[in-house]
């Protein structure tokens, strides 16, 4: 199973999700339980941003970022891709500018 551990992990993730979401490619070499859904999608992209702002000094970034994706989420959730899609895409602008 894919493992984010860096800030260019995180950018390929962003990518890869804002490409495929919600509906994932199925992987042959993956098990059914590790192959990518929705849910694992956003998991991981929350995990990115704590790899991006590990400081505890930045949990006000750390939540905001969390709050946009917690949107993304719940519009996959409604079927409101053009919506999530905007999010996500909101969500990777404000990654990485300063607060």
């Given at each position: ?33 590790q192959q990518m859904t929705l849910e694992?999608?956003?998991e991981q992209l929350r995990q990115g ?51």
């Open positions: 199973m894919f493992q984010l551990k860096t800030v260019d992990d995180l950018w390929g993730h962003i990518a890869y999700v804002l490409a495929y979401a919600p509906n994932f490619p199925h992987r042959d070499f993956l098990a059914a339980d694992r999608a956003f941003v704590l790899v991006a702002y590990p400081e505890e000094s930045l949990q006000a970034k750390r939540a905001k970022l969390f709050e946009i994706l917690d949107q993304s989420y719940a519009a996959y959730i409604k079927a409101d891709e053009i919506k999530a899609g905007n999010l996500l895409n909101d969500f990777q602008d404000s990654i990485f500018k300063a607060t």
